[in-house]
């Protein structure tokens, strides 16, 4: 089955630039979607169809996704954007929804 | 409005037998996926399941596969997730969510879950 591999972790200082990726076996043949999960909540999706962001979210957040690597990219970092990130793709091979291993994103 | 709304929280002993709830509003509840997520004590999203409320369709990731059931009554926008006898490491937030498709819901070659429901904690220890 599609495998997605996030680094478990990332630290970025307030008002830099973090980059979030999730590796896979030519993940660029696919659509990437990236969801935001704060502590105690449900996940929330901020990117979508590999660019694409849901109304709602900051241009902040944007993503890009070719060869074996999608990226997250969340400019101008704040403290409201520590979090879990999680990203997803949809396997055709096997119709299966499949997520990464989420990486936990501190804000310092 | 999209919104799902899960029932509450639910504490078992091993072995019994549980069904939690999903109800949706705000769209047409046949025309789209519903999925539910496993996301144990501390650890990551896991896809479970997915089901078509249009004709009842399911599809299950391996790991789940005989462990759950999934089920929709279209007559009350809900969809279910049961199982017949828990196991302790069942216990975890289970989340249902709104699957959008492209190009369409019944030939999917991208999929995202657009909605989520507010998850329902299952707690299973003797």
């Known amino acids: 089955s599609f495998v997605l591999t996030q680094p478990p972790s990332l630290s970025v200082a307030p008002g830099k630039t973090a980059r979030v990726t999730c590796g896979g076996d030519d993940v660029g043949s696919k659509t990437v979607q990236w969801y935001q999960q704060r502590p105690g909540q449900a996940p929330v999706l901020v990117i979508y169809?590999?660019?694409d962001r849901p109304s709602g979210i900051p241009e902040r957040f944007s993503g890009s996704n070719s060869g074996n690597t999608a990226t997250l990219t969340i400019s101008r970092v704040e403290a409201d954007d520590e979090a879990d990130y999680y990203c997803?793709?949809?396997?055709?091979?096997?119709?299966?929804?499949?997520f990464g291993g989420g990486t936990k994103l501190t804000v310092l | 409005e999209v919104q799902l709304l899960q029932s509450e929280a639910e504490m078992r002993k091993p072995g019994e037998s549980l069904k939690i709830s999903c109800k949706v509003s705000g769209y047409n509840f046949t025309t789209s996926w519903i999925t539910w997520v496993r996301q144990m004590p501390g650890k990551g999203l896991e896809w479970m399941g997915i089901i078509y409320p249009g004709d009842s369709h399911v599809m299950f990731s391996p790991a789940f596969q005989g462990q759950v059931a999934i089920s929709a009554d279209r007559s009350i926008s809900t969809a279910y997730l049961q199982w017949s006898s828990l196991r302790a490491s069942d216990t975890a937030i289970y989340y249902c969510a709104r699957l959008s498709t492209y190009p369409s819901p019944r030939r999917i070659a991208t999929a995202w879950v657009d909605s989520w429901g507010q998850g329902t904690l299952v707690t299973v220890s003797s």
């Open positions: 169809y590999d660019t």
């Open positions: 997803q793709v949809w396997d055709t091979t096997t119709d299966h929804l499949v």
